[in-house]
């Protein structure tokens, strides 16, 4: 190719041309999809052992002009690393808060989970920008869950820890997602100011099947017992895999058994039809 240099060394590979354009109109996309409000959330129910809907989680969906509805997994990657998702973090948290406020004025008593990433988490506004968000939409802190994964503190643990603290006296609860896939040791779990451990998908699914997953969901609910912390496994597709979750003294559930994500105006719709 043209850019093969005298000794034959390729400076610049036609793949990664490719990737550096697709990169770039993508970062271009996304910048016009947020001036745009293109970007819209799902909610997945967070049930108990009786089935009542106890927590919703916010999905991000993009409402793409031509190619539909778009998950968060093709392009969330690039909005963290453009530093997009700081300005998309905001609108997800206004989204998701005016969202609860409606459902709040019609009875809900649960909580709204929002998934924040590294990038945003690190945000010297990030503080700011949820209680803005709170504030704007009139949603009480209690109500809201922030859903971090281990990449966030890990980094620099100290600074995290104060600023969950900061946003924990006002009341906002922590969640820590994917847990038991990342490097982390164990010990961090009880320094950290956390209300909830999500137990990873990876886990769930063999739970039926796999005595080592189940010792490990054993004993993520045992070491959370001790320190006074929800566990609730996700990805729950199945009644056996429920019924396995109960076994092991799981007591909240999210997945496609009881719930797909969905928009909001299909969200309590469908429960009515199950109540019936
Ligand atoms: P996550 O936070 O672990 O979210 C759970 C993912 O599993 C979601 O995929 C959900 O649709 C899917 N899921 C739920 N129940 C089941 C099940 O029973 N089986 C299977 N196979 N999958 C299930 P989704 O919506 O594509 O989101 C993917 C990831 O993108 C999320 O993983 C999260 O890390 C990220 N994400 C989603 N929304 C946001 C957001 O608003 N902000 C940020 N920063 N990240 C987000
Ligand atoms: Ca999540
Ligand atoms: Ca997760
Ligand atoms: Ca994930």
């Given at each position: 190719t043209k850019m093969e240099?005298?000794?034959?060394?390729?400076?610049f590979h036609p793949e990664m041309q490719r990737m550096a354009e697709f990169r770039l109109?993508?970062?271009?996309?996304?910048h016009r999809a947020i001036q745009?409000?293109?970007?819209?959330?799902?909610y997945q129910p967070q049930v108990d052992t009786e089935g009542r809907t106890v927590g919703l989680e916010a999905l991000l969906r993009w409402q793409h002009p031509t190619m539909g509805t778009l998950g968060p997994d093709k392009?969330?990657?690039?909005?963290?690393?453009?530093?997009?998702?700081?300005?998309?973090?905001r609108q997800i948290l206004r989204m998701a808060c005016g969202q609860l406020q409606i459902w709040k004025a019609q009875g809900f008593q649960g909580t709204m989970a929002v998934n924040i990433s590294a990038r945003q988490f690190r945000?010297?506004?990030?503080?700011?920008?949820?209680?803005?968000?709170?504030?704007?939409t009139g949603v009480d802190p209690g109500s809201l869950l922030l859903e971090i994964t281990e990449s966030v503190f890990?980094?620099?643990?100290?600074?995290?820890?104060?600023?969950?603290?900061?946003?924990?006296?006002?009341?906002?609860?922590?969640?820590?997602?994917?847990?038991?896939?990342?490097?982390?040791?164990?010990?961090y779990l009880k320094r950290l100011p956390l209300y909830e451990i999500k137990i990873d998908r990876s886990f769930t699914r063999d739970a039926v099947s796999n005595d080592f997953s189940r010792a490990i969901i054993r004993t993520i609910v045992t070491i959370a017992e001790h320190l006074q912390m929800t566990v609730?496994?996700?990805?729950?597709?199945?009644?056996?895999?429920q019924k396995t979750l109960i076994e092991l003294g799981c007591r909240r559930f999210q997945g496609y058994y009881t719930g797909r994500p969905v928009p909001a105006d299909q969200i309590f719709a469908e429960q009515k039809k199950s109540d019936q």
């Open positions: 240099g005298r000794n034959g060394y390729r400076f109109s993508m970062e271009q996309e996304l745009g409000q293109e970007f819209t959330l799902h392009y969330i990657g690039i909005a963290e690393e453009t530093g997009l998702i700081v300005p998309l973090g945000d010297p506004y990030f503080v700011k920008d949820v209680q803005d968000a709170l504030a704007e890990l980094d620099n643990l100290e600074e995290s820890i104060e600023k969950m603290e900061d946003l924990c006296a006002t009341g906002i609860r922590f969640s820590v997602d994917d847990f038991g896939t990342g490097y982390s040791s164990l010990t609730i496994a996700e990805g729950v597709e199945t009644d056996d895999q």
